[in-house]
């Protein structure tokens, strides 16, 4: 027998979970900064996402301030920005971008995410299935 000893083979680069529009991470940051000045202890780690089961099309997407990452969050810096993605959410998440739109009557984070199936009509919730991966 033979002391052959490998070396290890580098991981190739994973993909984002999910990406920012520039006006999304332009946002975040805005919203990261003006946390900080209304009283915040410490500055957050970033912008947690993930999904949470309700509304009428049975998902929708949660948006809150991270104190810091959990053991098993995906961390993805984009643009300046750190995002945190819930490790349940990951699946349902996998190719989504994340925009930030402005209009008349309204101001909100839109999600263009591929795995999105139906939505409801007010578009408070989604229909989201589970990124199928390539083996």
Request: hydrophobic share 40%; net charge negative; charged share 25%.
């Amino acid at each position: 027998m033979s002391d052959l000893q490998t070396a290890p083979r580098p991981r190739r680069p994973r993909p984002k979970v999910v990406t920012l529009s520039d006006a999304a991470a332009a946002r975040v940051s805005e919203i990261m900064a003006s946390a900080v000045k209304n009283g915040a202890e410490k500055p957050y780690a970033g912008l947690r996402v993930g999904v949470k089961n309700g509304g009428c099309a049975g998902q929708e997407y949660v948006l809150e301030y991270a104190e810091a990452a959990a053991p098993m969050d995906e961390v993805v810096e984009d643009k300046g920005v750190t995002i945190l993605v819930d490790p349940k959410a990951v699946l349902f998440l996998i190719g989504t971008e994340i925009d930030y739109e402005v209009t008349r009557l309204s101001s909100k984070f839109v999600f263009r995410n591929p795995n999105e199936t139906d939505a409801c009509g007010c578009g408070e919730s989604v229909t989201i299935v589970p990124a199928q991966l390539d083996a």
